[in-house]
């Protein structure tokens, strides 16, 4: 069992740039893919970015693609977020999850969630 603390959310402005850390309890963090996943009011949840277990394969939305990057360090059992470029769009509560049947950008795939940061960006 995995638990999951998202941390990094805050206000920017357009064109700025925020890192969102998900920060993982358990010693099996390296066998899980990990997902971002982000809801803006009103919206239904929608895939952000995903890693494989072992960081080797990524997967992003069309988006965000060329501005945001996930990453993961095992052995400090968290994945990263880094988001560049930021839009008012972007605006919405973002969630990490892990699964471990298949790296997807389906959030029925993901298992264990995060309780979401709040990332909100003005124009």
């Known amino acids: 069992q995995l638990q999951l603390v998202e941390s990094g959310g805050g206000l920017v402005q357009a064109g700025g740039s925020l890192r969102l850390s998900c920060a993982a309890s358990?010693?099996?963090?390296?066998?899980?893919?990990m997902g971002w996943f982000r809801q803006a009011p009103g919206k239904e949840r929608e895939f952000v970015a995903a890693?494989?277990?072992?960081?080797?394969?990524?997967d992003y939305a069309d988006s965000i693609k060329g501005r945001f990057t996930i990453s993961r360090d095992n052995a400090k059992n968290t994945v990263y977020l880094q988001m560049n470029s930021l839009k008012p769009e972007d605006t919405a509560v973002y969630y990490c999850?892990?699964?471990?049947?298949?790296?997807?950008?389906?959030?029925?795939?993901?298992?264990?969630w995060g309780q979401g940061t709040q990332v909100t960006v003005s124009s």
């Open positions: 999850a892990a699964g471990r049947k298949v790296m997807s950008g389906y959030s029925s795939d993901y298992v264990y």
């Open positions: 890693s494989a277990w072992s960081g080797g394969r990524t």
């Open positions: 358990g010693r099996t963090f390296s066998l899980y893919h």
